[in-house]
């Protein structure tokens, strides 16, 4: 069974940048659809970008499309989220996910079966 572990929050001013890193033991994330998804305060765990195994093709939500960039570095078995252009309200605890079953990613929580503990991200002045 694959293990995630996210790194690489913190806290930043709005317009700033953070690159958070999804790394795997136990399994090879070139093998799985990752997704990464966050949760706010009060609000319902979404999906923020994800990457697919077949052909490393990506899927972003709207609110993060042109600001997030979502990579994969297969020689060191993890997966990146780069965030730029920071907005508060990007606050969250961000989470990657593995997805066993398809080789396509699709943004929707159901489909991935292996969840991180989460990283949290803090955009605020």
């Known amino acids: 069974q694959v293990q995630l572990v996210e790194s690489g929050g913190g806290l930043v001013r709005p317009g700033g940048s953070l690159r958070l890193s999804c790394a795997a033991s136990g399994g090879t994330l070139a093998s799985y659809p990752i997704g990464w998804f966050r949760q706010a305060p009060g609000k319902e765990r979404e999906g923020v970008a994800c990457?697919?195994?077949?052909?490393?093709?990506?899927h972003y939500a709207d609110s993060v499309k042109g600001r997030f960039t979502i990579s994969r570095d297969n020689a060191k078995n993890t997966v990146s989220l780069q965030m730029n252009s920071l907005k508060p309200e990007d606050t969250a605890v961000y989470y990657c996910?593995?997805?066993?079953?398809?080789?396509?990613?699709?943004?929707?929580?159901?489909?991935?079966?292996?969840w991180g503990q989460g990283t949290q991200v803090t955009v605020a002045s």
């Open positions: 996910a593995a997805d066993p079953d398809w080789q396509l990613c699709v943004l929707s929580i159901s489909t991935y079966k292996y």
């Open positions: 990457i697919s195994s077949r052909d490393s093709s990506t």
